[in-house]
Each structure stands twice: as structure tokens, then as C-alpha cells.
Nanobody, 123 residues
């Protein structure tokens, strides 16, 4: 079982990036999928999550209106479109899967985690 995040990079403030999380090893179509981030010296924090059918999305207040989470189950992939990026968005972004559909905002409920991708936003 593997989750692999792609798409990070260096971008100027106000720019955009799209992260992808590709799942393999099992079917994630019934899972809640989430994105979390961790900046240096800070705790890991929730960014966004999406229900198994894409019908419900959840966002941290800090990214609401700027980030959009989506999923393509045919490709076993979850996306995070990040617009109007700010320097405070700089972090390592990780995707995760929750097969039991617990609290989408808490990292404790997620069963599978992928390696992260670095996002750096310059001012």
C-alpha cells in the first residue's frame, strides 16, 4: 500500500501549484482522503479532505477559498489545487487515506500516509 505525493516546488507568493497523490496497492475509492502539511518547527496540520464520492469536502480556515481538493478514482489520484499561495503555506505536504471514515480534521484517524512533497512560497 503506497501513497505518493507529487507536484511540489518553489513558487512566488500569489502563484499556484497543483499537488497530486497517487495511491497504489489497494483500492482507495471508498476512503476519505486528506492532505496535511508540516512546516519546520511546527506541528502537522490539516489542510483539506474529500469524501469517498467527492460529494463532501473539508478545508482548514487558513486555506478556504484558495485551495481545492478533488479526486479521480479511475486514476486512484487525489489532487490539491493551491491558488493565491502565501509564504505561510510553505511546508511539506502529505496525503493520507482513512478507510474507517473517522474525523477528517484529525491525523489520528488516517490509516495510510504517503511521503510528502515540499512546497516553498517566496515573498
Amino acid at each position: 500500500v503506497q501513497l505518493q505525493a507529487y507536484g511540489g516546488g518553489l513558487v512566488q507568493a500569489g502563484g499556484s501549484l497543483r499537488l497530486s497523490c497517487v495511491a497504489s496497492g489497494r483500492t482507495f475509492t471508498r476512503d476519505l482522503m486528506g492532505w496535511f502539511r508540516q512546516a519546520p518547527g511546527k506541528e502537522r496540520e490539516f489542510v483539506a479532505a474529500i469524501s469517498w464520492n467527492g460529494g463532501i469536502t473539508y478545508y482548514a480556515d487558513s486555506v478556504k477559498g484558495r485551495f481545492t481538493i478533488s479526486r479521480d478514482d479511475a486514476k486512484n489520484t487525489v489532487y490539491l489545487q493551491m491558488n493565491s499561495l502565501k509564504p505561510e503555506d510553505t511546508a511539506v505536504y502529505c496525503c493520507a487515506a482513512d478507510k474507517h471514515y473517522s474525523n477528517p480534521y484529525s491525523a489520528l484517524g488516517y490509516d495510510y500516509w504517503g511521503q510528502g512533497t515540499q512546497v516553498t512560497v517566496s515573498s
